[in-house]
Each structure stands twice: as C-alpha cells, then as structure tokens.
C-alpha cells in the first residue's frame, strides 16, 4: 500500500471523526433547544404549573434580577468551598489509600469501617459537624470532606491492589525496594485511576457543598435554593438549580483538560 493511499485513507478517517463530532455536538444542542421550547409552550398553554415548574422566559428575568443582586458573589462561595474540600478529600484519601497499601495489616484491621463509612449518609451527621466545627464555612467544607474522602480511599486503593503483579514482582527481583515499587510502578500505573476517582469526586463534592449550605449558610447556590424555597420564588430554585449544573459541567470538564495535559505530559 503507497504512501499516499495510507494518506488519503487517513484525511477520510479524520473527517468522518470530526462529522460524527458534529453531528453528536449537534444533536445535544438540538435536544436542548427541543427541551426548553417545549417547556416554555406547556407553561404558557397551561399544560404544566408555571408556579412550581417555572418557565424558561421567567427563569432568564430572575437571572437579570440575580445578576444585580451578588449572583457572582454566591457562586464563587458555592465554587470556593467545593474546590477546598474537593483537593483536601483527593488528597488525604489518596494519602490513606498510600498508606493501607503498605500495611496490609492496617488494611484488614480497616476495612469493615470503610465499608460502613462509606454506605453511612454523611448528612445524617450534619448536626454533629456543626456542632463540633462550627456553623460556618468550615462545617460546608468538612460536608464535603466527608463525602469526597472515603471514596477516593476505597477507589485509590482498589487500583492499587489491582496494579499488575509481574512488573512488581520483576521490579522485586532486581532488588527494587517498596518505596522505589510503588513510586516507579504502582502509583504510575493508577495515573488513570486517580483521575477517574477526581471526576466522581467533583460532583460528590459539590453535592457535599449543597447539602452543607441546606444546614448552615448565609451565601451560595444552595443558600439560594433554600431561601427560594421557603418564600415561594421557585423561579429563584429553578435558576440557581440550573446554574449549578453549568458549575458541575464546568468543574467535570475541568478535571478532563487536567487528566489530557497530565496524560500527555507523564507518557503513560
């Protein structure tokens, strides 16, 4: 096969790629734009209560409305505190997950708590946060702690156990010590694990976030949908519901840019 038909077999496969692209990119706009006309024509024909569900025309008034009165204000609150406990929750998990790898005997003696802590809800334990941290940021922050960390224990930690035992073992044979085994083959190995475990993370995060600020807030989306609630301006619920989805895409899509450029940066 020439040189140029492999060429030209290659544009034709790099521009049926970029269709489909577009196409998919299409498709998920055009479902949008489907939704929401919808939406609004059922509120406006009377199909659906416009009171509770709200309608798309109203929601855009309340953003005008909320653009003048601190919205950027709530979500960089909302952002700041799900960011915090999203980079304490990766890293003392990944930390503990480190640190049950090298003592089997801590892992066993651990493992029956793990497994209760993480099915246990953590808004169960809200008061008690509260109470002992404090009603403030830090009690947002330790909510979302607590939901992010047992998780990323049991996923680092499970990437750990499942990293392939042939290389550990030719690393052993010639002579490598632990510390050089997990930082030269284990810990490299689950580069990808760590990732997958930070777009889990994120969004538990944020719901970590929410749920504190439903407890205890003065600022923030969740501030906004609790206080919307309870004076009857769903319109308000509805608009910071759908602003916090954006802040979850954004955060998710985020964490993608990071896993690609650190990807092709380790060359793994």
Not at 64 to 89: K, P, W
Not at 177 to 183: S, V
Not at 246 to 256: S, T
Request: proline residues 2%; contains cysteine.
């Amino acid at each position: 096969m020439s040189n140029l038909q492999i060429s030209q077999e290659r544009l034709l496969y790099l521009k049926k790629k970029k269709q489909r692209k577009r196409m998919i990119a299409t498709c998920q706009i055009g479902i949008l734009v489907l939704f929401l006309s919808v939406w609004e024509i059922s509120a406006r024909l009377g199909f659906i209560d416009s009171f509770i569900l709200s309608q798309p025309s109203r929601i855009l008034h309340t953003y005008v409305s909320m653009a003048q009165n601190d919205l950027l204000m709530h979500i960089g609150v909302t952002v700041y505190e799900t960011l915090v406990g999203f980079v304490l929750g990766v890293l003392l998990g990944t930390l503990l997950a480190v640190i049950l790898w090298w003592s089997s005997f801590i892992s066993k003696v651990s493992e029956p708590y793990l497994v209760v802590l993480n099915s246990l809800p953590k808004i169960a334990l809200g008061p008690v946060i509260i109470i002992i941290v404090g009603a403030g940021t830090e009690a947002i922050i330790f909510m979302a702690l607590a939901i992010s960390l047992i998780v990323t224990v049991l996923e680092m930690l499970n990437g750990f156990h499942n990293t392939d035992k042939e290389y550990m073992k030719m690393a052993a044979t010639f002579g490598a010590t632990k510390r050089q085994i997990f930082t030269k083959i284990v810990f490299p190995y689950n580069i990808s694990t760590l990732f997958n475990s930070l777009k889990i993370n994120i969004g538990l995060s944020l719901v970590g976030v929410i749920a504190g600020e439903f407890l205890v807030s003065k600022a923030g989306l969740g501030y906004l949908i609790v206080y919307g609630g309870q004076v009857f301006k769903l319109d308000l619920v509805m608009a910071s519901v759908i602003i916090l989805s954006i802040v979850a895409a954004l955060m998710y899509e985020a964490v993608v840019l990071l896993q690609k450029f650190v990807l092709k940066w380790y060359g793994h």
